[in-house]
């Protein structure tokens, strides 16, 4: 990230972000990545919400919406639709 604001003071966009339940706890990550996204100053973030070759969507357990709502709810988010 350092080297991105290094070049450039615009807003970063996250997209296609996603993670899949096995390997490692899902729930876990998503609240790492909201503490990404706010120590970076992150603008916008757009989830993968596909059940493709694997069950991206936030929706893939009750832990991981469980997350997602708990980390959304902490930010400063003027529109979430």
Do not use: C, H
């Amino acid at each position: 990230m350092a080297e991105a604001r290094a070049v450039s003071d615009r807003p970063v966009i996250l997209s296609k972000v996603g993670s899949k339940e096995a390997g490692g706890s899902k729930a876990l990550w998503i609240s790492e990545l909201f503490e990404y996204v706010e120590r970076n100053e992150i603008r916008t973030l757009v989830w993968f919400e596909l059940d493709k070759e694997t069950d991206w969507r936030i929706r893939s357990s009750a832990e991981s919406v469980e997350a997602f709502r708990r980390e959304a709810g902490q930010q400063n988010i003027r529109d979430w639709r």
